[in-house]
């Protein structure tokens, strides 16, 4: 992998200013804005650790990876001991398939900004609670491996959870180990990505996942250290980043 030590030191850098990440969901098409870390926020239900915490080898389904696929090889989703594989259609379909030979994929729609989309697979707690990062040029769609298929993650309301890439509410997605334990989050600089000066601040905001349903947890804000800036303006999951471990139609490893 490339720049490694960057990518641990933004993790760390991150806990050192109590920063703990600024995530967005969609409502009604938009991006909500990351809720404040309150008495009221809701802590992860029982449910969470059912659906994640054995994950179980899958049963040979499906076709496997259509013939013109570009494919790369991509963690152990499904808790068997072997690396499974990533691919992406040129019709912009993005698939797992297992070593046991099961196969499942989604096909994004309704990116904006016109640049083609691209897939990082992470697991975003460490324990088996396996992540699709969909990532656009403006904003990532997730979706969860559960019951050896891929779903669409939703909010509270049932629209798509989407993270924001803009700036507006959003500026990255990674993952973070607090107080022992590994978290999906959202990331906002006080300046979106590519413009003049340094942050004054980044915000980080831990996404609980329950099932297929997503809610904005504790958010909490601090002044950047070290590589934190960097961390904060790309889609990464601890040593696993988008550019070096996604796959995409265009421009993307594999």
């Not at 030979?101 to 609670?129: H, N």
């Not at 000066?197 to 250290?225: Q, Y």
Request: hydrophobic share 35%.
């Amino acid at each position: 992998m490339k720049n490694i030590t960057r990518r641990s030191g933004i993790a760390a850098a991150l806990a050192l200013v109590a920063v703990l990440a600024a995530g967005c969901s969609s409502s009604d098409g938009g991006v909500s804005p990351p809720i404040q870390t309150s008495a009221s926020n809701p802590a992860p239900s029982a449910s969470t650790a059912a659906t994640t915490a054995a994950p179980q080898p899958c049963s040979s389904s499906g076709s496997g990876a259509p013939a013109d696929a570009r494919t790369a090889p991509t963690i152990d989703v499904d808790g068997d001991g072997q690396d499974d594989q990533q691919w992406v259609s040129p019709a912009g379909e993005f698939g797992i398939t297992t070593a046991s030979g099961a196969t499942a994929s989604v096909r994004p729609t309704g990116f904006s900004g016109g640049a083609e989309p691209t897939a990082l697979i992470a697991d975003a707690t460490g324990t088996g609670e396996v992540v699709m990062l969909v990532a656009g040029s403006r904003e990532v769609d997730l979706y969860r491996w559960i019951d050896c298929t891929l779903a669409p993650v939703t909010d509270v309301d049932g629209d798509p959870y989407r993270f924001d890439l803009t700036g507006q509410h959003g500026t990255g997605v990674g993952c973070i180990t607090v107080d022992g334990a590994r978290h999906l989050v959202g990331l906002l600089a006080s300046q979106p990505a590519g413009a003049p000066g340094e942050a004054d601040s980044i915000a980080v905001t831990i996404i609980e996942l329950d099932g297929t349903i997503a809610r904005n947890g504790p958010t909490t804000t601090g002044a950047p250290a070290g590589d934190a800036m960097d961390g904060a303006t790309r889609v990464s999951c601890g040593d696993r980043t988008l550019e070096d471990d996604g796959i995409g139609v265009v421009g993307a490893a594999g």
